[in-house]
C-alpha cells in the first residue's frame, strides 16, 4: 500500500461503511428477490464477506451461514457470532457442501481477468439446486467508473460478468442500482478518489508506483472532486449491477 501520507486508508474505508447504501441495498434485494424463491435455507455463504455486515443480517433467515474472508485483521468481527469464518483466500479454501445462497458482493476488482472464469465457476459449483447465486459488481456507467476509467479503461467492472455468463449461456437477472458516497469536504472525497484509483484500478503492484503516476493520481482524485461538489456536501455517484443466478 502507499504511505498512509498519500492514503487514509481508514478514512476511505470509513467513508465506505459509513456513507454508502451498499449493505441496505443488498440485503433488501436479496430478501425481495431471492428468499422468497428458495424451497430451503439450510445454508448461506457470502464469499468476501468483509466484517460479515451482510451475513449477519441474512443469518436469521438460514440454518447456517458461512463466511469466507482473507483478511487477518477481521477476525474480531466474527467473534460472538453464529457465522462459520473461512480465513482464507476463496480460490484455495475447502467447503464442505453445498449452499443454498451464495453471495459475492463488490470482491472481484482484484483478480486478473484471467482469472474471472475460474473465480464464478467456484461459486457456481457451491450452489444446491434450486438455489442461487447473487454477485454486485460496479457497473460500466455513471460518475465512478468515468473516473475509474480513466485510470484504467480495463477496470474489472459488471460488463465482464455479463460476457462470461451469455458465453456460458447461464440464465440470470440483471438488476441495475445506484450507490453513492458522501463527505463533507474534498479532502475527505479525494482521499476516497485516490483509495478507488490504487485498489480498483492499478495493474501493477502499488509498491511499484513512481511518485509521478502517484502525482497524477493526486491531480484526477482533486479534479474529481471538485465534480462531486454539491450545494450541502460532496456526493460519488456510483452505477451497481446485481446479477441474480438461479441454479437448476
Not at 193 to 209: G, V
Request: aromatic share 8%; charged share 25%.
Amino acid at each position: 500500500m502507499p504511505s498512509s501520507s498519500f492514503i487514509e486508508y481508514k478514512e476511505a474505508i470509513g467513508i465506505l461503511e459509513h456513507t454508502s447504501k451498499h449493505i441496505s441495498l443488498v440485503t433488501e434485494t436479496i430478501k425481495n428477490k431471492i428468499l422468497p424463491k428458495l424451497s430451503h435455507r439450510h445454508r448461506l455463504l457470502d464469499v468476501g464477506a468483509g466484517a460479515g455486515n451482510i451475513t449477519k443480517i441474512l443469518q436469521s433467515e438460514f440454518d447456517e451461514a458461512v463466511a469466507v474472508e482473507i483478511n487477518p485483521e477481521l477476525k474480531n468481527a466474527y467473534h460472538q457470532t453464529n457465522i462459520k469464518l473461512y480465513n482464507s483466500d476463496f480460490m484455495n479454501v475447502v467447503l464442505e457442501g453445498k449452499f443454498d445462497l451464495v453471495i459475492c458482493s463488490h470482491v472481484m476488482y482484484h483478480l486478473n481477468k484471467s482469472e474471472m472464469s475460474a473465480f464464478i465457476d467456484k461459486l457456481l459449483s457451491l450452489v444446491n439446486p434450486g438455489g442461487y447465486c447473487f454477485i454486485a459488481l460496479m457497473a460500466p456507467r455513471g460518475q465512478n467508473h468515468k473516473f475509474h476509467e480513466a485510470f484504467n479503461p480495463d477496470y474489472i467492472n459488471s460488463k465482464l460478468i455479463i460476457t462470461i455468463l451469455n458465453e456460458r449461456q447461464i440464465t440470470y437477472d440483471r438488476i441495475e442500482v445506484q450507490n453513492s458516497f458522501t463527505t463533507n469536504n474534498s479532502r475527505s472525497m479525494c482521499n476516497l478518489l485516490k483509495f478507488f484509483a490504487i485498489e480498483d484500478c492499478q495493474t501493477k503492484a502499488t509498491k511499484d508506483l513512481n511518485a509521478e503516476e502517484m502525482k497524477q493520481i493526486e491531480i484526477k482524485a482533486e479534479q474529481q472532486a471538485i465534480e462531486c461538489n454539491t450545494a450541502a456536501e460532496f456526493e460519488l455517484q456510483q452505477e451497481e449491477d446485481y446479477f441474480v443466478i438461479p441454479r437448476f
